[in-house]
């Protein structure tokens, strides 16, 4: 008579370096589970619990923010005794802090090569850019007349590569380790005008980093927060008199937030994708003064425009810098 599963003890490790590379040390997570009456499946959503572990930092630095993720499941019959056939399951993945939509369904694996939406970028004249892609089934990238060869050699730090875009390009092939186009990518070149372009980078679908330039008018405000008063006595004892210049109200915990209005200048209309993800990434940064600082997308509404509806697509967003104007870090 077959066993019948009854309940899962689920160990979950996470780790860097190559796959497999895992220790007792990389142990995070070990959860159980019994089936539900009526089902045939345990069911782990894991989701969450791996992305607690994936650190997202950028210093206008690119790296690879992946990290391996192997499961050991031990499955136990009706009677809690282990199954001795095909036990323990053990599967290995590779993964990125990126998500899916709903119409993606579950599970979604997203870009396998070029690791952005679009078929278009658009760069600031005599500017290099970056091209984010999968070292593990990318084997070249071909820009212009230039090959940039891609390799993998298995290590979780290296997964994305970031590949640079020599200023002043126009045309990216991305092919698979066979050979073939996997991919065609339009470079623009904006020549900037009066306006200071300002350079967005934020972590996309994909979970890799991703700039996208705002070329045209730009707009600096700052709020004042935490703004309170209390009133005083200012009253001399020893003259019963006081000064004129000295307030009877006096402010403290006064701060301030900066927000910066960009907008993006005309640009094709698929990137409105790399808008659309900006908005709903939780990791964006601003090249703003000689600094790569984290910022906040502030505007909540996104209407997609079109080339047959609006002509000329700009997008405005606006953003706040995401820590407070007067230094109160303890």
Excluded at 2 to 21: D, E, F, H, N, R
Excluded at 42 to 52: G, Y
Excluded at 190 to 207: Q, S
Aim: aromatic content about 12%.
């Amino acid at each position: 008579m077959a066993a019948t599963l009854k309940s899962v003890t689920l160990q979950i490790y996470i780790y860097t370096g190559t796959s497999g590379s895992y220790s007792d040390s990389d142990l995070k997570f070990t959860i159980q589970k019994e089936i539900i009456t009526g089902q045939s499946k345990i069911i782990f959503e894991i989701a969450e619990l791996v992305r607690d572990f994936i650190d997202i930092s950028f210093n206008n630095d690119y790296v690879s923010n992946t990290v391996w993720v192997t499961t050991v499941a031990n499955l136990f019959d009706e009677t809690d005794t282990v199954f001795s056939f095909g036990n323990p399951v053990t599967n290995t993945y590779l993964a990125f802090d990126g998500f899916g939509y709903f119409e993606d369904e579950i599970n979604p694996q997203g870009n396998i090569y070029d690791l952005i939406t679009s078929s278009n970028i658009v760069l600031p004249k005599d500017t290099a850019g970056k091209l984010p892609v999968y070292a593990a089934s990318t084997g070249s990238v071909v820009i212009d007349s230039s090959t940039t060869s891609i390799t993998d050699n298995g290590n979780s730090n290296q997964k994305i590569q970031y590949v640079t875009i020599p200023a002043n390009s126009s045309t990216i092939v991305v092919k698979d380790s066979g050979g073939t186009t996997r991919k065609t990518i339009t470079v623009s070149t904006e020549c900037p005008d009066k306006h200071t372009p300002y350079k967005v980078t934020f972590v996309n679908k994909h979970g890799a980093f991703q700039d996208l330039y705002f070329f045209k008018k730009s707009v600096e405000t700052f709020n004042v927060t935490g703004d309170e008063s209390f009133k005083r006595n200012t009253v001399s004892t020893s003259t019963v008199t006081y000064n004129t210049y000295e307030g009877q109200k006096e402010r403290f915990n006064v701060n301030a937030l900066s927000s910066l209005q960009l907008n993006t200048g005309f640009i094709p209309e698929d990137l409105k994708e790399a808008v659309e993800e900006l908005f709903i990434s939780e990791n964006v940064f601003i090249r703003f003064e000689s600094k790569t600082l984290p910022i906040i997308p502030k505007t909540k509404s996104f209407t997609h425009k079109t080339s047959l509806n609006d002509k000329l697509i700009n997008y405005t967003v606006d953003f706040d810098f995401a820590f407070n104007k007067i230094n109160n870090v303890r």
